[in-house]
């Protein structure tokens, strides 16, 4: 049942004061003096870039920290016990009995050698929930249910991999509301998953918590998600909290200039505008100022911001900010007209497909797909996870050659299988994967993975292999002086940076995106999709952006695709597609797609 206060109001379930943690060794803060409290039932959403601190707070609401870190100070309670004063097999047993975890990743929270079903009732055995007297399989069954999930044989005699990501991911939010705890923590869970997914997954969380009476804390970067999901929201920034406030609250009237850059960052599916990232990077532990840790990225910042911390003070009701020259609640920043592009430059051509079918197998996955990409312009694809959008992405490149219908382009037919494509042509079409992590070789620095495509397409010298490293790095805004680093010393959207840059090198004139901001920070894929832009200006580039996520479709592209089960339901001009859709399942995308109005805020 839920507490409530003599006052009326909900009481505290997860409270937190003070919490300090540290490098093991150096004891150096890698997050300071953070305090919140997150009633009964109610969802807190936290959020920052990467290297924020959010999901190291996340982690310690479990009794954990990452390797090479500690909890140094402060304490967490949850349902009137102290967290940190549990160890060994008390905090073994309070983590799924009072706090569960759910990762971004359910790959890395479910076990691939072990069946679904065998997965679900393993908690319920371990902390002994079988005591009410019901069979086992029968709260399985019930535990399903309530995710949505049919109990079914194939179903629980499935392994991780042989389901969807949203499955895997319902999976492991049923594992964690299992035992029902006090407080789950979720820690990115919808990133990658396509808008519809995406929905139903947040309802379920929502309606868990609600009948669970559960609490729960939401991490993320995606801010429409968190105005969708929270009551509470709080802000991190080079580890501490630099605002709180009621979800409406934040969304409609952030204080901070931090907040308000995030929130104009974030593309809208209601109008097309310029997205305005923030430069720079969060200073890292160690390296935080005396002052604002946000004051070398922000144009408010006077004399007073640099030389001492700003304290978090009240700003309203219930809405606290660490700023001395906080943002006009009721200041609303301009939408910045998208620049139209310019006409295509020499030796680019036109993209056409007449009639493209692709398999796997024997399965049929795309079902006569037909559309062109005019020279110089882009084109957005989207659609549900499994719609065929990435096979599509994969036959352009030659990465996929189980396929059979004409495709041109630059009036050049193209071979299925690229090792039949003369190399002009391979330069031509460049690729850039959803995945830097995984595309880039760890084991080579940023300037050898940059310049690798120039010794399978061009003759020149090491000199000038290394000169125009240096030229695509600073047209990426990266800067020459990162080329003798390696892949791990750079943040995800420098990584995916690269990744662009190495695709550029060839001088291409089609370039492939894939999913390329799906897990990128809002500030960063704001920066990363408007150096596209201007790249687009400035070359010609023939572009094909293929995303889950439509709103950042309408600051990128010129015309849409909308695939469903790998049939094209809908192709115009972006403008006129997102704004009068006519086929049922663009509609439902749209009205999938998580807004500020979620939040009570108007759009």
Same mark, same amino acid.
């Given at each position: 049942?839920?507490?409530?206060?003599?006052?009326?109001?909900?009481?505290?379930?997860?409270?937190?004061?003070?919490?300090?943690?540290?490098?093991?060794?150096?004891?150096?803060?890698?997050?300071?003096?953070?305090?919140?409290?997150?009633?009964?039932?109610?969802?807190?959403?936290?959020?920052?870039?990467?290297?924020?601190?959010?999901?190291?707070?996340?982690?310690?609401?479990?009794?954990?920290?990452?390797?090479?870190?500690?909890?140094?100070?402060?304490?967490?309670?949850?349902?009137?016990?102290?967290?940190?004063?549990?160890?060994?097999?008390?905090?073994?047993?309070?983590?799924?009995?009072?706090?569960?975890?759910?990762?971004?990743?359910?790959?890395?929270?479910?076990?691939?050698?072990?069946?679904?079903?065998?997965?679900?009732?393993?908690?319920?055995?371990?902390?002994?929930?079988?005591?009410?007297?019901? =069979?086992?399989?029968?709260?399985?069954?019930?535990?399903?249910?309530?995710?949505?999930?049919?109990?079914?044989?194939?179903?629980?005699?499935?392994?991780?991999?042989?389901?969807?990501?949203?499955?895997?991911?319902?999976?492991?939010? @049923?594992?964690?509301?299992?035992?029902?705890?006090?407080?789950?923590?979720?820690?990115?869970?919808?990133?990658?998953?396509?808008?519809?997914?995406?929905?139903?997954?947040?309802?379920?969380?929502?309606?868990?918590?609600?009948?669970?009476?559960?609490?729960?804390?939401?991490?993320?970067?995606?801010?429409?998600?968190?105005?969708?999901?929270?009551?509470?929201?709080?802000?991190?920034?080079?580890?501490?909290?630099?605002?709180?406030?009621?979800?409406?609250?934040?969304?409609?009237?952030?204080?901070?200039?931090?907040?308000?850059?995030?929130?104009?960052?974030?593309?809208? =599916?209601?109008?097309?505008?310029?997205?305005?990232?923030?430069?720079?990077?969060?200073?890292?532990?160690?390296?935080?100022?005396?002052?604002?840790?946000?004051?070398?990225?922000?144009?408010? @910042?006077?004399?007073?911001?640099?030389?001492?911390?700003?304290?978090?003070? =009240?700003?309203?009701?219930?809405?606290?900010?660490?700023?001395?020259?906080?943002?006009? @609640?009721?200041?609303?920043?301009?939408?910045?007209?998208?620049?139209?592009?310019?006409?295509?430059?020499?030796?680019? /051509?036109?993209?056409?497909?007449?009639?493209?079918?692709?398999?796997?197998?024997?399965?049929?996955?795309?079902?006569?797909?037909?559309?062109?990409?005019?020279?110089?312009?882009?084109? /957005?694809?989207?659609?549900?996870?499994?719609?065929?959008?990435?096979?599509?992405?994969?036959?352009?490149? /030659?990465?996929?050659?189980?396929?059979?219908? =004409?495709?041109?382009?630059?009036?050049?037919?193209?071979?299925?299988?690229?090792?039949?494509?003369?190399?002009?042509?391979?330069?031509?079409?460049?690729?850039?994967?959803?995945?830097?992590?995984?595309?880039?070789?760890?084991?080579?620095?940023?300037?050898?993975?940059?310049?690798?495509?120039?010794?399978?397409?061009?003759?020149?010298?090491?000199?000038?292999?290394?000169?125009?490293?240096?030229?695509?790095?600073?047209?990426?805004?990266?800067?020459?002086?990162?080329?003798?680093?390696?892949?791990?010393?750079?943040?995800? /959207?420098?990584?995916?940076?690269?990744?662009?840059?190495?695709?550029?090198?060839?001088?291409?004139?089609?370039?492939?995106?894939?999913?390329?901001?799906?897990?990128?920070?809002?500030?960063?894929?704001?920066?990363?999709?408007?150096?596209?832009?201007?790249?687009?200006?400035?070359?010609?580039?023939?572009?094909?952006?293929?995303?889950?996520?439509?709103?950042?479709?309408?600051?990128?592209?010129?015309?849409?695709?909308?695939?469903?089960?790998?049939?094209?339901?809908?192709?115009?001009?972006?403008?006129?597609?997102?704004?009068?859709?006519?086929?049922?399942?663009?509609?439902?995308?749209?009205?999938?797609?998580?807004?500020?109005?979620?939040?009570?805020?108007?759009?």
């Amino acid at each position: 049942m839920t507490d409530v206060t003599r006052s009326g109001a909900l009481a505290p379930r997860l409270q937190v004061d003070g919490l300090g943690v540290v490098m093991a060794r150096s004891g150096t803060p890698v997050v300071q003096d953070v305090s919140f409290e997150v009633a009964a039932a109610q969802v807190m959403g936290l959020v920052g870039e990467s290297g924020s601190g959010k999901s190291t707070v996340a982690l310690s609401l479990l009794g954990y920290a990452r390797r090479g870190l500690r909890i140094a100070e402060g304490t967490i309670d949850i349902a009137g016990t102290s967290v940190l004063d549990l160890s060994g097999t008390a905090l073994r047993k309070a983590r799924g009995t009072l706090v569960a975890y759910v990762p971004q990743d359910p790959a890395s929270g479910l076990n691939p050698a072990l069946t679904l079903g065998y997965q679900l009732g393993e908690a319920m055995r371990i902390h002994d929930e079988g005591r009410s007297g019901d =069979p086992l399989d029968d709260r399985i069954a019930a535990l399903l249910d309530e995710v949505r999930l049919p109990a079914t044989r194939q179903l629980l005699h499935s392994y991780p991999h042989q389901v969807s990501g949203g499955q895997a991911q319902r999976v492991a939010i @049923a594992m964690a509301f299992a035992c029902r705890p006090r407080l789950v923590v979720l820690d990115e869970p919808t990133t990658g998953l396509d808008v519809t997914t995406q929905r139903h997954i947040l309802q379920t969380i929502r309606r868990l918590a609600i009948a669970h009476d559960v609490s729960a804390v939401y991490v993320s970067h995606d801010l429409p998600v968190v105005a969708e999901i929270a009551d509470d929201v709080a802000v991190m920034y080079a580890g501490r909290l630099v605002e709180k406030a009621p979800a409406p609250a934040i969304f409609g009237g952030a204080r901070h200039p931090y907040t308000a850059g995030l929130l104009r960052a974030a593309p809208t =599916p209601e109008r097309a505008g310029v997205l305005v990232g923030i430069e720079g990077r969060p200073p890292r532990p160690g390296r935080w100022p005396i002052g604002c840790a946000f004051a070398d990225r922000c144009a408010r @910042a006077t004399e007073v911001c640099v030389a001492t911390h700003p304290p978090l003070e =009240p700003m309203g009701a219930d809405h606290l900010a660490r700023c001395y020259h906080p943002v006009d @609640a009721k200041a609303s920043a301009p939408v910045i007209a998208i620049p139209r592009i310019a006409p295509p430059a020499a030796g680019t /051509g036109a993209l056409d497909v007449d009639g493209l079918s692709a398999w796997y197998g024997d399965k049929q996955i795309l079902h006569d797909v037909r559309f062109r990409v005019q020279p110089g312009s882009c084109l /957005g694809i989207v659609g549900e996870s499994g719609s065929g959008k990435t096979t599509l992405a994969r036959c352009l490149a /030659g990465l996929h050659s189980a396929w059979e219908g =004409p495709v041109e382009f630059g009036a050049q037919l193209l071979d299925p299988k690229a090792r039949r494509r003369r190399p002009e042509e391979r330069r031509r079409i460049q690729y850039i994967f959803q995945n830097p992590h995984a595309s880039l070789n760890p084991r080579m620095s940023v300037g050898e993975n940059v310049e690798e495509p120039l010794r399978f397409f061009d003759r020149l010298t090491s000199a000038e292999r290394r000169r125009k490293v240096a030229e695509v790095l600073e047209q990426v805004a990266l800067g020459a002086d990162l080329a003798d680093r390696m892949p791990e010393q750079l943040s995800g /959207g420098e990584r995916q940076r690269v990744a662009v840059a190495r695709a550029l090198i060839v001088d291409p004139e089609l370039l492939i995106c894939d999913e390329i901001t799906s897990a990128l920070d809002v500030s960063v894929q704001a920066l990363v999709i408007e150096q596209l832009r201007e790249l687009q200006l400035q070359r010609g580039l023939t572009m094909v952006f293929i995303t889950h996520n439509v709103a950042v479709v309408r600051s990128i592209a010129q015309d849409i695709l909308v695939l469903e089960q790998g049939r094209v339901v809908e192709t115009g001009p972006v403008e006129h597609v997102l704004t009068h859709p006519e086929h049922a399942y663009t509609k439902q995308l749209l009205a999938d797609l998580p807004r500020f109005a979620d939040a009570g805020v108007a759009s």
